[in-house]
Structures are given as structure tokens and as C-alpha cells.
């Protein structure tokens, strides 16, 4: 089942614990769309699946070199799992 990933969300005024949930909430759904365990993705960043469950549930955040790494692995913007605003993530990307 693929998970629609929602790009309107504006995370620069969230308080921090929306935005760690938002993160968390996006890393979720682009490993589920790329059809990858969590195993899968701990390996990628060399930590246990454990430690990965906790980035996804929210209850650790992703470094920022984790983040850089998810990003190539997916080729998504760093900035879209971040939730800053599509105008930002574009102009980043480009």
C-alpha cells in the first residue's frame, strides 16, 4: 500500500514536538513508499532496526548527518523532511 506524502505542510511556525513528530511522520512514509523495512534502513545508516523504530515513533531525532544520508537514499530534500514550505524545497533542490 502506498502512503501519500503531503507537501503543503508548513512546519515553520509548528512547536517542536509537531515538528519531531512531522519528521518522524515523513521518514515513515518514505521508507513504506519505497516498499523497505526498517531493517532495511537501519542498515543504510548503520544503527540497530531498534534505534531506527524510535526515529520513526518520534521518540529520537534523526542527526543531522542521518538526515543527509536518508535524503540521498531517497531523493527527497532534506528541507521536505523537515516540512518547510514546497516553495523552499523547490528553490533547494534546484
Known sequence: MTR???SSVNALNMPHY??????ASRLKDARLNSGLTQRDVAKTLHIGQSTY???ENGETEPSAVQLATLSTFYGLAVLWFLGMPSFIVNIARD
Open 4 to 6: 501519500m506524502m503531503a
Open 18 to 23: 509537531q515538528r519531531r513528530a512531522l519528521v
Open 53 to 55: 523504530c524510535r526515529i
